[in-house]
């Protein structure tokens, strides 16, 4: 039996040497050298990830002290305000080691904006078991803290689990946005859950619902992993991003389901390393890049990996999207192994991003985009361009390379549209992508005409 079982382990071990050093060499048949580097940077991160984590979260075992929400006065009937019962329960947890910051289930606390703030005592535990509701009335919102909700900041090694339910309340502060209604001013509104300046932060098994604007971002972060984690808002909520990643490093998404009115997981400026898999993803805008370089601004974002992901009735799948007149630079992006079920535009670079009512006007200065791996994508498209390459005419995408694609329309008409956009395929790649030129002369054709009506058609994009 055990000899058995060896030598299958072995037959397989040698299948995948074989099946390795098969694809090696059809690799290096037509692919760059950068790509081994990018290759080996998403094992290696992935490994250092799994290898990092266990140690920072360890001493699982030792006695716990519980501090209880309900120790501290707080009512859980959703109708009295808890705040100051969850900073007082927060002061205690924080000092104690070894402590359990504990949201009971079953019970309903109503909590205005929050900063929960390290540093804290080694082994903490947020367990967050029954609901966290915030007040409904933007007009009573705390003015101190207009962006924030539930925020935590300054921790390390810290783990928020439990089960329960973040939810926004945020009804009142969609129909003020001034997205929904243009006669509305146009305000800030709180992110639901915040992880700021923290590292070794794991968050697990919660629902963050219908968010005042963005449900959780992870800011000025390192080594933080977010697993089984659910976020939910109706898909005509303005601007509710799922999760947002802004300039922090070394950050796994796994397991997540999210579905918002607004991009599932975006990533914005100064976030290198960040890897997503097993993202089940709609509605919303699906999962972006960006948008970076608004104001002519810097931006510096390096190797993103999707791993697995279902996409289903996005306004997007796969994008990356930069304002005009932006610096800086996206690189080593690797999308792969995604299904899309009715996308609009399943594989977009936009660098005509124009979010505003005023129309953008073309600048020189981009955010320049290379090296970035679209392989096994598959399943349909909305819109007639599956494919969309929309790049500066004076920064040109380079090095964007397709590796078994099959997205289809349902008329057939599945096109892949390209502005200067340098790059190459390899295997099964439909619609075609000959647009993709490795030449060093990128076309840019700018506009293109609609072959049915023979107007022409801008590639500038606005959402408003
Ligand atoms: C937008 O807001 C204005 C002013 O509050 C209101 O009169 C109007 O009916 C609203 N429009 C819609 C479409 O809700
Ligand atoms: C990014 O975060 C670091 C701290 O991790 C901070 O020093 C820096 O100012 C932040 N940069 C931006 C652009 O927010
Ligand atoms: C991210 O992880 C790598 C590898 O563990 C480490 O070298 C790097 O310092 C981390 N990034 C930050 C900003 O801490
Ligand atoms: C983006 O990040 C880079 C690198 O940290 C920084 O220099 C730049 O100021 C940031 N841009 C903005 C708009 O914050
Ligand atoms: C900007 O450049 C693009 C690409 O060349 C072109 O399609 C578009 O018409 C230009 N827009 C403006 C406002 O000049
Ligand atoms: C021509 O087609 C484009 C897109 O395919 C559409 O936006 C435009 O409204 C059409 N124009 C006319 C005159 O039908």
Not at 264 to 280: E, R
Request: proline residues 4%; contains cysteine.
């Amino acid at each position: 039996m055990r000899k058995g079982a060896f030598s299958t382990i072995r037959f397989v071990v040698f299948l995948l040497l074989v099946l390795l050093t098969h694809v090696s060499e059809v690799m290096s048949a037509s692919v760059p050298s950068w790509w081994e580097e990018m290759e080996i940077w998403g094992d290696e991160a992935a490994m250092e990830l799994e290898l990092d984590f266990p140690t920072m979260w360890m001493s699982q075992r030792a006695a716990r002290i519980p501090v209880n929400v309900d120790s501290f006065g707080a009512a859980g009937d959703g109708v009295t305000d808890d705040t100051q019962a969850f900073l007082n329960a927060w002061d205690k947890a924080c000092s104690l080691k070894n402590a359990v910051f504990l949201v009971p289930e079953q019970r309903h606390y109503l909590v205005n904006a929050a900063r929960f703030r390290g540093p804290c005592e080694s082994n903490l535990i947020v367990q967050i078991s029954g609901t966290i509701v915030a007040p409904d009335e933007p007009n009573g919102w705390d003015p101190k803290n207009p962006r924030i909700w539930i925020y935590f900041s300054k921790l390390k090694g810290v783990r928020i689990q439990g089960g329960g339910v973040i939810d926004g309340s945020g009804s009142k502060w969609w129909a003020s946005s001034c997205k929904i209604n243009k006669t509305n001013p146009c305000r800030e509104a709180p992110t639901a859950l915040t992880i700021d300046a923290s590292s070794g932060v794991r968050v697990q098994d919660l629902t963050i619902q219908s968010a005042q604007q963005m449900h959780f971002t992870i800011y000025r972060s390192d080594a933080i992993k977010v697993t089984d984690v659910r976020v939910q808002s109706p898909r005509d909520s303005p601007n509710t991003d799922g999760i947002h990643i802004s300039n922090s490093s070394n950050v796994t998404i796994q397991n997540v389901q999210i579905g918002t009115g607004d991009d599932c997981i975006s990533i914005a400026n100064a976030s290198y390393n960040i890897k997503m898999k097993n993202i089940d993803c709609g509605p919303g805008h699906g999962i972006s890049i960006g948008s970076l370089g608004k104001d002519n601004s810097l931006a510096v974002v390096t190797g993103i990996v999707v791993d697995t992901a279902t996409l289903t009735d996005t306004t997007n799948g796969l994008r990356i999207k930069t304002w005009q007149g932006g610096s800086g630079y996206v690189r080593a992006v690797r999308f792969e192994n995604v299904k899309m079920n009715a996308v609009a535009n399943p594989i977009i670079i936009d660098q005509f991003y124009c979010d505003s009512p005023i129309t953008c006007k073309n600048q020189t200065s981009a955010v320049k985009i290379s090296q970035v791996l679209y392989k096994n994508i598959r399943g349909t498209s909305k819109s007639r361009d599956a494919m969309k390459f929309a790049c500066s005419d004076t920064v040109p995408c380079s090095n964007i390379v397709l590796n078994n694609i099959n997205l289809e329309r349902e008329d057939g008409s599945a096109e892949t549209f390209c502005n200067c956009a340098m790059g190459f395929d390899y295997g099964f790649v439909k619609p075609a992508a000959d647009c993709l030129r490795n030449d060093g002369k990128s076309a840019c054709d700018g506009t293109r005409v609609d072959s049915q009506n023979q107007t022409l058609i801008p590639i500038l994009h606005t959402e408003l």
